[in-house]
């Protein structure tokens, strides 16, 4: 089947928009068509660059080259057009961007600002906000510099900001882990900007600030961002004199960028070489961040090919930019995380991979030990920007992103934020609605659920509390190591966290389980071996490009799974579709199964509805006399893994650096524990 055009978004002046460049390739967004789960599998192995924005029968993809084209198309797959030139759309939004400043002075944004930053802006943004509120703002550079060399830089907001830790929560967000999510680092910066301009004014967020400390670091992969930002603010729209016919000056160089730096591994760039690489629109070099932190890395959804858009890098935690998000979170207790991307109007969370996967340990991923408080909070975010609120898998595998190793490693809840609707930046404007809310989300938006994840992560009933009494001005000091399991090996990994007693003498520590996620016993789901029912019909093949149709009913109501399975005997082809027959007669497709020739068909349809289903089964190229058509309702059983350690922390209490005493401390989530020191005052 043909690709059929259907353009969306984009300005549509009956011609190809002219080019500057040589290249007569338009970067172009399109909409592939994968009905099954295994086609959209099928699709993630062709290594192109696939955006989050997909659905139960389709996934979005980015083509950047002719040979994207010819992949796709040999693979055998559909697809509509979307946005057939992106260099011409963000050419488009520039213009849009260009007139909305130019009208206006302030934007309702908390910064007022009314264009996307460069990253000199944000450095200066977070630079000015330490100068605005020298008292609650503390400047911090992360420890390793970007491959460019580069300082990447964060800032801690809390009251007392500059005194040593004294126990509260740890909220952290951040942005751009990839270089064309634009609106990921503007909403970062604009909580800030949030935070730090109504403290003292709005009293929940002056008793947040209180109680909580909020790591910001808007910008994680600055190398990245540089070039995506520099080359996308330079696509400019150009009136030409015969008529008005839309023009684009410059090639969309690396305005559509997602990974880092790296150009061979083990190796750092030389000066200049990553901004000359803009082949296929930037996406061919580097390392894909949000593949490279520890958990699972190596597993589904992560490329071993360096030319890939998700390539994983060439070890767990190879790259300098996820070093340094390691180092953060594994030197604070981080109850809560976010990190922001774009787009697709999102909140995932743990895990990237399908619960039945089997993983390293030789037992199916199952389910996060805490998916009934992760969903929840979930739930209640996306009640606030309107975004669906799914595992990550629930679109496509990944392994080695952000929450998932922090989820699993420290046990603080952790989400990935696909903000906006559907472009990787798009119109400030938009980027403004995102962040205040709009329609009938206004007065909400990512402000309001980005405020509901700071209030959880002070929440003591998702952390953990230890309570005791020190010496007064005493560092205590939590530590705990293991081994975090990759797809085919282990890490070590270590979390050092301390906090210093007051005059009081007393402490409560706001931390993370001691016990990790990951070995906690967690849940999985199983079909039945046998179906509850199951029904065939045997047919004649129709002629070819008819169909036959025969129907199914579904009387029981707690079905999880309705398979259909179409055989025949010849080694060409069937298609198999599946409906579900509505009140009123009419009929919606629910699945279908489009194999290529020779493969049997297999639909499947989760947790069906009561009712009749049509099984339609059409001849696409068949010789076959016959055909069986078999449905068959399943339940699942779930299962569980059981909890494999209890961890513990080791607590010790050190005066002017020498440990005066060490005790072990294990407390679960929700619970406060009391931890009971001795030596440290007898030695004292
Ligand atoms: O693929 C990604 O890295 C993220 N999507 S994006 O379009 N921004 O690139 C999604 C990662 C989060 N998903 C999971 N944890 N599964
Ligand atoms: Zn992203």
């Known amino acids: 089947m043909a690709a059929a055009a259907v353009v969306v978004g984009a300005i549509d002046t009956g011609q190809p928009p002219a080019h500057a460049s040589t290249s007569d390739f338009a970067v172009q967004l399109v909409t592939v068509d994968t009905p099954t789960r295994a086609d959209k599998e099928r699709l993630q192995r062709l290594g192109l660059d696939l955006t989050e924005h997909a659905g139960h029968d389709y996934v979005e993809v980015v083509l950047h080259s002719v ?75 992360l420890p390793h510099k970007s491959l460019e060399g580069k300082t990447v830089h964060g800032i801690e907001i809390g009251h007392d900001v500059h005194e040593a830790e004294d126990g509260r929560p740890v909220f952290a967000i951040m942005g751009l882990h990839h270089a064309r999510e634009w609106p990921s680092g503007e909403l970062t910066m604009e909580f800030a900007y949030d935070l730090v301009t109504n403290d003292g004014s709005d009293e929940r967020i002056t008793n947040l600030l209180d109680k909580a400390r909020i790591l910001v670091i808007p910008v994680t992969n600055p190398d990245g961002f540089e070039k995506s930002i520099n080359d996308g603010l330079l696509l400019d729209l150009r009136e030409l004199d015969d008529g008005g016919l839309v023009s684009i000056l410059g090639t969309p160089g690396n305005a559509y960028k997602r990974k880092n730096c790296r150009m061979v591994d083990g190796q750092e760039p030389l000066a200049g070489e990553c901004a000359l690489a803009s ?67 999102l909140v995932l969370r743990p895990n990237g991979v399908k619960p039945d996967t089997i993983g390293p340990d030789g037992h199916p991923v199952g389910q996060p030990h805490d998916e009934e408080e992760l969903k929840a909070l979930g739930a209640e975010m996306a009640a606030q920007n309107g975004y669906r609120n799914i595992h990550g898998w629930e679109l496509y595998d990944t392994t080695g992103t952000t929450e998932d190793w922090s989820y699993n ?62 010496p007064a001005g005493a560092t205590l ?102 409906y579900y027959r509505e009140a009123d007669g009419s009929s919606r497709q629910v699945a279908s199964s489009g194999q290529f020739i020779g493969e049997k068909e297999r639909a499947l349809v989760q947790h069906p509805e009561q009712g009749t289903y049509v099984f339609r089964v059409i001849n696409y190229a068949s010789v076959a006399p016959s055909y069986t058509v078999t449905g068959s309702l399943y339940a699942t059983e779930s299962k569980t893994v059981p909890r494999q350690l209890i961890e513990n922390y080791t607590l010790s209490c050190e005066k002017d650096g020498e440990v005066l005493e060490r005790i072990p401390v294990v407390v679960d989530r929700g619970e406060q524990v009391k931890a009971k020191l001795r030596r440290c005052f007898s030695n004292w």
Do not use: C
């Open 67 to 141: 040979e994207d084209v010819d992949a796709l198309s040999a693979a055998g797959f559909t697809w509509d057009v979307r946005v057939p030139d992106m260099a011409l759309r963000t050419a488009q939004v520039n213009q849009i961007n260009d007139e909305y400043a130019a009208s206006t002075a302030e934007s309702p944004l908390p910064s007022g600002r009314t264009t996307y930053r460069t990253l000199a802006d944000y450095n200066a943004d977070m630079a000015d906000l330490a100068d605005m509120r020298p008292d609650i703002v503390k400047p911090f550079e």
């Open 279 to 345: 082949s296929n629109g930037g996406f061919g070099v580097g390392i894909d961040t949000n593949r490279n932190y520890g958990g699972l890395w190596g597993g589904p959804g992560a490329s071993p090919e360096f030319f890939d858009p998700t390539y994983r890098g060439a070890g767990p935690f190879s790259e300098p930019e996820t070093q340094n998000i390691r180092e953060l979170v594994s030197s604070r207790q981080v109850t809560t995380l976010i990190t922001n991307h774009t787009f697709s109007n």
């Open 409 to 470: 490693t420290t046990g603080g809840f952790g989400y990935t934020f696909e903000i906006g609707e559907s472009e990787f930046h798009p119109p400030y404007p938009e980027v403004i609605d995102e962040y205040l809310g709009a329609g009938e989300y206004e007065g909400k938006g990512n402000r309001e659920a980005f405020l509901i994840a700071l209030e959880n992560a002070v929440n003591t009933e998702n952390h953990s509390v230890i309570a005791g009494r020190a």
């Open 477 to 578: 000091r939590l530590t705990k190591s293991f081994a975090t399991p990759t797809w085919e090996s282990s890490i070590a990994d270590t979390i050092e966290t301390t906090m210093r007693v007051g005059e009081k003498g007393k402490f409560s520590w706001h931390v993370n389980p001691s016990t990790r996620p990951i070995v906690m016993d967690r849940q999985y789901d199983v079909l039945a071996d046998e179906p509850l029912h199951s029904e065939s019909f045997e047919g004649t093949t129709p002629a070819p490009t008819e169909h036959v149709d025969h129907e199914f009913t579904v009387t029981e109501s707690d079905v999880d799974l309705l398979e259909v399975t179409l055989d025949w005997p010849t080694p060409d082809d069937m298609d198999l579709e599946v």
